[in-house]
């Protein structure tokens, strides 16, 4: 009898696209039979903007119920809209190939940020957009903005908008990186931690062996490191923070940026671990934690909560 699984998804273009995605790729690799179900967020019906209701967590809430409750088997995010704290019961299943970690600009005429007139109107919903847009370009206009990929570009293409900034990943799983006018270096435009890369979440005490076929250690690897930047900042999802990691030759490189909120100031900290060959997953883990909490100890002894107005207490 063939294996079957339900995966549980918001139902947003985005959202149905990448998991979709998983399922023909576990599908291929397994012949597991894989049943897509749509849950639907506060997320996806309120329209107040994602920093007022809660931060991008808001999206994953329904979904863990779902799957507490055992309307499926596993549920699919965006990493980035993933709470840090762990959820009683669940746990982080498998974290396949991150997709390209970097914002877009996607602005009308094909027009670079530093292009865009004085006075551009840039829509964004992310806090850490803001204060990078801000700081880049102070004479732009920011403008608070919800709604789906599609949604968002079309406010570009009637002149709402001169540009939106979207994530990179989302626009490559949409196919729509014909949209993009410029790409935003890593270096100097950290992304969310976790951005570009999904999670698979199950119960705890389900053995889906499966996953293991999906699995991309070194991608999981980089997102605990930034993600427990966010934990040890006891940061939401839609803080001022940008973290980015690269894994080469066994080293894990681990770069984090806090924001005030205007974009006018920024401390940053970059760290390195070495990874011994053969290091279990646990232990990569661990080390990769470790990582990012102690560049979030020296974030904070810099004076990141007041600057970023996180109020973690010290």
């Given at each position: 009898m063939?294996?079957?699984?339900?995966?549980?998804?918001?139902?947003?273009?985005?959202?149905?696209?990448?998991?979709?995605?998983?399922?023909?790729?576990?599908?291929r690799?397994?012949?597991?039979?894989?049943t897509?179900?749509?849950?639907t967020?506060?997320?996806?019906?309120?329209?107040a903007?994602?920093?007022?209701?809660?931060?991008?967590?808001?999206?994953?809430?329904?979904?863990?119920?779902a799957?507490?409750?055992?309307?499926?088997?596993?549920?699919?995010?965006?990493?980035?809209?993933l709470?840090?704290?762990?959820?009683?019961?669940?746990?982080?299943?498998?974290?396949?190939l991150?997709?390209?970690?970097?914002?877009?600009l996607?602005?009308?005429?094909?027009?670079?940020?530093?292009?865009?007139p004085e006075?551009?109107?840039?829509?964004?919903?992310?806090?850490?957009?803001?204060?990078?847009?801000?700081?880049?370009?102070?004479?732009v206009?920011?403008?608070?903005?919800?709604?789906?990929?599609?949604?968002?570009?079309?406010?570009?293409?009637?002149?709402?908008?001169?540009?939106?900034?979207?994530?990179?990943?989302?626009?490559?799983?949409?196919?729509?990186?014909?949209?993009?006018?410029?790409?935003?270096?890593?270096?100097?435009?950290?992304?969310?931690?976790?951005?570009?890369?999904?999670?698979?979440?199950?119960?705890?005490?389900d053995?889906?062996?499966?996953?293991?076929?999906?699995?991309?250690?070194?991608?999981?690897?980089?997102?605990?490191?930034?993600?427990?930047?966010?934990?040890?900042?006891e940061?939401?999802?839609?803080?001022?923070?940008?973290a980015s990691?690269?894994?080469?030759?066994?080293?894990l490189?681990?770069?984090?940026?806090?924001?005030?909120?205007?974009?006018?100031?920024?401390?940053?900290?970059?760290q390195s671990?070495?990874?011994?060959?053969?290091?279990?997953?646990?232990?990569?883990?661990?080390?990769?934690y470790g990582?990012?909490s102690?560049?979030a100890?020296?974030l904070?002894?810099?004076?990141?909560?007041?600057?970023?107005?996180?109020?973690?207490?010290?």
């Amino acid at each position: 009898m063939t294996r079957k699984l339900t995966i549980a998804t918001r139902g947003s273009a985005l959202a149905l696209a990448q998991t979709g995605m998983i399922a023909d790729e576990l599908t291929r690799l397994t012949g597991v039979d894989v049943t897509i179900t749509v849950v639907t967020t506060e997320g996806d019906t309120s329209r107040a903007s994602l920093a007022s209701i809660g931060g991008t967590g808001v999206f994953a809430s329904a979904l863990r119920a779902a799957l507490v409750e055992g309307d499926c088997d596993l549920v699919v995010h965006s990493l980035k809209d993933l709470p840090t704290a762990p959820y009683p019961g669940l746990r982080l299943a498998a974290v396949p190939l991150r997709e390209d970690p970097r914002d877009a600009l996607c602005a009308r005429d094909g027009l670079t940020l530093d292009a865009l007139p004085e006075g551009a109107r840039i829509g964004t919903g992310s806090p850490r957009r803001v204060a990078q847009l801000r700081s880049l370009r102070p004479d732009v206009a920011v403008v608070d903005i919800r709604g789906n990929v599609d949604t968002r570009l079309a406010k570009v293409s009637s002149g709402e908008l001169d540009a939106v900034v979207l994530a990179a990943a989302g626009l490559t799983r949409l196919q729509r990186l014909d949209a993009v006018s410029e790409f935003f270096d890593l270096s100097v435009w950290p992304t969310a931690p976790g951005q570009g890369a999904l999670a698979l979440e199950a119960r705890e005490e389900d053995s889906i062996p499966e996953l293991t076929q999906i699995q991309n250690e070194g991608s999981r690897l980089s997102i605990v490191a930034e993600r427990a930047v966010l934990a040890a900042l006891e940061a939401g999802c839609s803080a001022p923070i940008g973290a980015s990691s690269t894994l080469a030759d066994g080293t894990l490189t681990l770069t984090a940026v806090v924001y005030s909120p205007d974009g006018s100031a920024e401390l940053g900290s970059t760290q390195s671990t070495t990874l011994p060959a053969n290091l279990s997953l646990a232990d990569g883990e661990a080390a990769a934690y470790g990582l990012g909490s102690s560049i979030a100890a020296q974030l904070l002894d810099d004076g990141a909560a007041e600057l970023a107005e996180l109020g973690v207490a010290r």
